[in-house]
Nanobody, 126 residues
């Protein structure tokens, strides 16, 4: 059975750091690219970034470049998202998603992912 489980601290303060993890099971993890997205209530979902099956291949959305790091541990079938220097605008539901490695970047930009997690809510407030 396919499963994605996102986890991490939900309530954070401006200037702090967020670390989320996404543990996958039920599919061949190391042939999939993994992405993080987020969605603010009332707004469209947006991409945060993604990592290819090679952990050294990463892409980040321009607006978060310099603050975000996505990493993966294929042995643990887990992907991590770290976002530093948090702002209240980072408050959102964060989702991880997986897509087969072929053409993954285009699929990421088009939200055309094969599997989605249920999301984890993050609140950044003073």
């Amino acid at each position: 059975q396919l499963q994605f489980v996102e986890s991490g601290v939900g309530l954070l303060h401006p200037g702090g750091s967020l670390i989320l993890s996404c543990a996958a099971s039920g599919f061949t993890f190391d042939v999939y690219a993994i992405a993080w997205y987020r969605q603010v209530p009332g707004k469209e979902r947006e991409g945060v970034g993604c990592v290819g099956n090679d952990p050294y291949i990463t892409y980040y959305t321009d607006s978060l470049e310099g603050r975000v790091t996505i990493s993966r541990d294929n042995a643990k079938a887990t992907v991590y998202l770290q976002l530093n220097f948090l702002e209240p605008e980072d408050t959102a539901v964060y989702y991880c998603a997986a897509v087969n490695i072929r053409g993954f970047l285009a699929k990421y930009y088009n939200f055309n992912m094969d599997y989605w997690g249920k999301g984890t809510r993050v609140n950044v407030c003073s």
